[in-house]
């Protein structure tokens, strides 16, 4: 039998890190560091090709959105050309597009806000944004107007809590970074950089865009690309904290969830009759989302009444939203359903998704 | 633009408001970003469609 005395252990400089069964905590590795939900951009529940935003409020990869309200693009791309102390796989490009938009322009530009009950601790305290960057060319040029510089940073708010981002861009600059156009790295640069967060601090949110619109001749012909997004407390830029899979997607389901029901024969959600032309069901989700959530059905699939068959609804309506759960109708022009009677809605012919979305 | 919904409990007031543009389904909860957005356009002096009877 081993026993360990009080304070017995102490490294090899007499300090307080010791190793237990060949691991040793550190700074660098220890688990809850980074704020920044999918930093790494392994989740893209929405989809991860090329989509082009034209209005405000657009999120890409899960917690990543443009604040801005003019047009622009985001994707997922493989890291390539990794450099020594990068880990990750994927990155977010964000590049340019044709159209111009409000104001004359399309704006680079991508940003997440931090939710208030994952941050406000950090008020008062130092902390330190770093991440990975690169550019399509050290001149981003434009067929009308100019981008101007690039530009990276952390806002605050002290005046409000979880108000969304779009209506509400910050109170305030706690730090920034600015690359002038002519000088873009064109490798993958690391930066960092330390603020204090001011007292009283609510969300956080960081951001990355231009600073001015532009537009190009070709879609996509301009662009800069972001990977391992990290805002921690201290001074430090410690190594990207990589979380599991399985954990970081939860986390993603907090502010959105959708199912997709493809293919023939799916039943999804179960419900219950309330008429012959509308069959209410329960939608529970995977995980407490941060508020009720907006939802959206922009496929319908199939409703299917056992035994008699599938019908094709024409529409959907929403009864009541909770965090938990949602109790969603699937709207049909006319079905073998007499009140009361239970049945599916999923998939047969077409295919059904349902979106829920808490997100700031 | 925006629609009440009806509310499936006769007598109550609707709990829930749709969007029309990409027809999403609004709740009434004041963290809801989209629930705020649309209390700026009433704050504009716009109103909802109402519910169907």
């Given amino acids: 039998m081993s026993i360990l005395a009080t304070n017995a252990i102490t490294d090899a400089s007499g300090g307080n890190t010791t190793t237990i069964n060949g691991y040793t905590p550190t700074v660098s590795n220890m688990a809850g560091r980074n704020r920044i939900i999918n930093g790494n951009f392994e989740i893209w529940q929405r989809g991860n090709t ?6 405000s409020g657009n999120y890409s990869s899960d917690r990543w959105c443009r604040s801005g309200y003019q047009d622009a693009a985001h994707e997922r791309v493989a890291i390539s050309s990794p450099v020594a102390g990068m880990t990750s ?3 977010l490009r964000s590049s340019t597009v044709t159209t111009a938009e409000a104001a004359g322009g399309s704006r680079m530009d991508v940003s997440q806000k931090i939710e208030s009950v994952n941050c406000y601790d950090l008020a008062g305290q130092y902390v330190t944004f770093s991440f990975w960057i690169r550019f399509s060319s050290a001149t981003i040029s434009s067929s009308t107007t100019a981008f101007g510089n690039f530009q990276s940073r952390i806002q605050y708010n002290t005046s409000t809590t979880d108000l969304g981002v779009f209506g509400d861009l910050g109170d305030g600059t706690i730090c920034s970074t600015s690359f002038a156009n002519g000088s873009l790295p064109t490798t993958w640069t690391k930066v960092f950089k330390t603020a204090l967060v001011p007292a009283g601090t ?9 600073d001015n619109l532009g537009n190009t001749a070709s879609a996509g012909s301009e662009w800069f690309e972001i990977a391992e997004v990290q805002i921690e407390a201290g001074s430090v830029a410690t190594p990207f904290e990589n979380v599991d899979y399985g954990e970081m997607l939860r986390r993603c389901q907090r502010y959105y969830y959708r199912i997709d029901s493809i293919g023939g024969n799916k039943r999804a959600i ?10 209410e069901c329960l939608w529970t989700f995977q995980q407490t989302m941060r508020s009720s959530p907006t939802v959206t059905a922009p496929s319908l699939g199939d409703v299917l009444k056992e035994g008699v068959g599938w019908y094709v609804p024409t529409s959907a ?3 009541s939203t909770t965090p938990t759960f949602a109790n969603i109708g699937a709207i049909l022009s006319s079905s073998g359903f007499s009140q009361g009677q239970a049945g599916w809605w999923g ?3 077409g295919s059904l998704t349902l979106t829920a979305s808490a997100e700031l | 633009m925006y629609k009440l919904l009806r509310n499936d409990f006769a007598g109550q ?4 408001v749709q969007r029309l543009s990409d027809n999403a389904f609004i709740p009434f909860d004041p963290a809801n970003t989209d629930y705020q957005e649309y209390l700026k356009w009433l704050a504009e002096g716009n109103e909802p469609l109402p519910a169907d009877e």
Avoid at chain 1, 202 to 210: A, D, E, G, I, T
Avoid at chain 1, 270 to 279: M, N, P, W
Avoid at chain 2, 13 to 16: C, D, K, V
């Fill in chain 1, 202 to 210: 609510k969300n956080l949110s960081v951001r990355f865009q231009s």
């Fill in chain 1, 50 to 55: 090329s989509r082009t935003f034209a209005v």
């Fill in chain 1, 317 to 319: 309506s929403v009864m």
């Fill in chain 2, 13 to 16: 007031p609707a709990t829930i």
């Fill in chain 1, 270 to 279: 179960i419900g219950i009759a309330y008429s012959s032309t509308e069959l």
């Fill in chain 1, 89 to 91: 796989r994927y990155a």
């Fill in chain 1, 347 to 349: 998939s047969n012919s």
